[in-house]
């Protein structure tokens, strides 16, 4: 497709997404994202990169070298009859039982609420994403994310033919993050009658990631194995009880890393999707330096495939900060060999010791950082591999 067509409809659909603009308050906050295997790292949001462009904006969707992208964006909508995401063995299908397979970043609208979210979220889609992971808030450690700005969310997102994969950030690392809430506070707004409206009726574009990183490293193994399997095992019951039946994905545990290897090994991940009365559960795990060799990253890869269970890479990065380099050609690389979903940590906006995780620089689509420039225009990036949801048809 010609890029002025791409451009052009892409236009069309953040005219149907101003409802999203300038939706909500400023954060406030600057927020703890922690990663690490084993000492407690701060990944805070630097909310001094999230003011306005000025009179030098780029123009929207401008992402450099796009018009690359494997599909046509046209205008059309996914059927609200449609049947929601689910599981079979290790693939996600879509309502029309077409695999899908995500290719995407993570976005940070709880901290930069006060940004024009549609414009972004445009500029995502022009880069050929297919999905968004959003980072919520229940208001444990942010300010709460409230319905009728999920609500925006979801439309925006659904606009742009991209699927929205939602996710709470409060209880990141806990307990070993002393400012993380319970888990189970994720778990509350899920259930919260505000969030319920938003979502209700969503499931063949939304899909709920139950809690970012909800788990950081306990004394022992078995304690991490006990924690995990049992505050996954109690959140899914929780969700399906209350009539909840979006496609769901946990985290995996010590900071998403899981370099215990927890969810990888044995029947931790196995035991968890059994809990799940639609047994419509996806397993994510978040690969950073722990993930630094080509025989880490095939070995993670390999498991789940043998264990015929669905899994995703949550989130990722070239590095995770100096001279900590993760293997993102070995990602990106067996991703597309073996039909794993992956979501890019994140479009903007972390720190100045973290700057290299951003995607693009100061929320400027014109400004691809190194990190960005591969995972989106290299080898196996999202340009060269990603697939629109079938839903949207």
Known sequence: MHYTTRLFHLLLATIA???????????????????????VIHDQQDSSSSS?????EPDMGTVPHTGTCQFDLTQRQVA????????EGNKLLDGNN???????????????????????????AASCANSVRV????????????????????????????????EVHDAT??????????????VAYWLSEDIRAAIEGTENHVIINIANEPLGNFANAKEDLDNWVGFHTRAINALRDAGINHTLIVDAPNWGQDWTNTMRDGQAAQTVFDADSNANTVFAVHMYDVY???????????????????????????????????????????????????????????????????????FDAQSLSPWGERLIHGPNGIAQTSRLCTCFE
């Open 17 to 39: 997404a101003l409802l999203l603009i300038n939706c909500g308050g400023s954060s406030g906050n600057s927020p703890s994202d922690n990663n690490a295997p084993a000492a």
């Open 52 to 56: 306005s462009q000025g009179s030098d």
């Open 80 to 87: 609200d009859e449609l049947p929601g995401f689910r599981v």
């Open 98 to 124: 077409n695999a899908f397979i995500m290719r995407g970043v993570n976005y940070p609208y709880a901290w930069y609420r006060q940004r024009d979210t549609a414009r972004d979220f445009t500029d995502i």
């Open 135 to 166: 980072v919520l808030a229940n208001g444990t450690q942010w300010e709460r994310v409230d319905g009728e700005e999920l609500s925006a969310i979801i439309s925006a997102l659904r606009e742009l033919h991209m699927i929205a994969i939602l």
């Open 173 to 186: 690392g806990w307990p070993q993050n002393e400012n993380a809430g319970h888990p189970d506070t994720a």
């Open 292 to 362: 630094h060799s080509f025989d880490k990253v095939l070995s993670y890869y390999e498991a789940f495939q043998e264990k015929a269970l669905p899994l995703i890479i949550g989130e990722f990065a070239a590095d995770h900060g100096e001279e900590k380099p993760v293997a993102v050609d070995a990602i990106l690389e067996y991703a597309q060999m073996l039909d794993v979903g992956y979501l890019g940590w994140s479009w903007s906006g972390n720190s100045h010791d973290l700057k290299s995780l951003d995607i693009v620089l100061n």
